[in-house]
């Protein structure tokens, strides 16, 4: 960043990645069709101009994931930086 004259993590050796990402959960209990209808309003939204627009403006990366491969998705990254914790010792 300008006006900061510091080394990156990755400039001084620390490999590490903590992207910021996004989820639309929902409360437990809900039916099974209540799910596919909630992912489905969020698949076609993402589907739109406007979406598409909301990321190039933002500089998002398309990562939408539903079901059982947001449910992997979260398993995956929590073990991920529960292993970066762990190595810094927190």
């Known amino acids: 960043m300008p006006g900061i004259d510091i080394p990156t993590f990755i400039e001084q050796g620390v490999d590490v990645n ?5 989820g639309l959960v929902a409360p437990p209990g809900i039916t099974d069709a ?3 209808e909630l992912v489905s309003i969020v698949e076609e939204m993402a589907a739109t101009p406007e979406w598409a627009e909301v990321m190039e403006r933002n500089r998002w990366r ?3 994931l539903t079901g059982s491969d947001f449910a992997d998705f ?3 990254d929590q073990a991920r930086v529960n292993a ?7």
């Open 62 to 64: 398309d990562a939408l």
């Open 34 to 36: 209540q799910r596919d």
């Open 74 to 76: 979260i398993a995956q």
């Open 84 to 90: 970066i914790i762990e190595e810094l010792g927190l």
């Open 18 to 22: 903590l992207p910021n990402w996004r």
